[in-house]
């Protein structure tokens, strides 16, 4: 399978920017780390500053780790990070019965987009090879 670039340096580089939460290492598919740097501020901002040199790599990982396709990842996560309360992020995908309960419920309470930052780049990348099957 060749190698797509499904995330983009630039946007990484944007959520670096709140990357002392771990955004930006949700986005490539770090939910652990993720995790840790939320709970920490970035490892009390070492490791968010460490981040800086290592997008780049990061980004290359996720790209040949994610499939490419028709759903965007920038998009879902931009949706997902600003919006995901309101389950705008799962309408993007075609998941509209989830989205309105999201949309009712500010996202399960919070649990559901918590859910979502741990695997939206596994949902995409499924939705992205059952189009293209």
Same mark, same amino acid.
Request: charged share 20%; aromatic share 24%; glycine share 10%.
């Given at each position: 399978m060749p190698q797509t670039d499904t995330h983009s340096k630039?946007?990484?580089?944007l959520l670096w920017i709140f990357g002392f939460l771990g955004s930006h290492r949700f986005y490539y598919g770090k939910p652990v780390t993720g995790t840790?740097?939320?709970?920490?501020?970035?490892?009390f901002f070492i490791g968010w500053i460490i981040?800086?040199?290592?997008?780049?790599?990061?980004?290359?990982?996720?790209?040949? %780790?994610f499939r490419g396709g028709d759903t965007s990842y920038n998009i879902a996560?931009?949706?997902?990070?600003?919006?995901?309360?309101? #389950? $705008?992020? %799962?309408?993007?995908?075609?998941?509209w019965i989830t989205g309105v309960i999201y949309l009712l419920t500010l996202g399960l309470c919070g649990l #559901? $987009?918590?859910?979502?930052?741990?695997?939206?780049?596994?949902q995409i990348s499924v939705k992205n090879a059952s189009i293209m099957d």
């Open positions: 630039l946007f990484g580089y840790i740097w939320f709970f920490t501020l970035g490892l981040d800086l040199f290592l997008i780049p790599s990061m980004d290359r990982e996720a790209d040949f %780790r996560w931009l949706l997902l990070t600003f919006l995901g309360a309101f #389950g $705008v992020h %799962r309408m993007y995908m075609g998941k #559901g $987009v918590l859910y979502d930052f741990w695997t939206l780049n596994d």
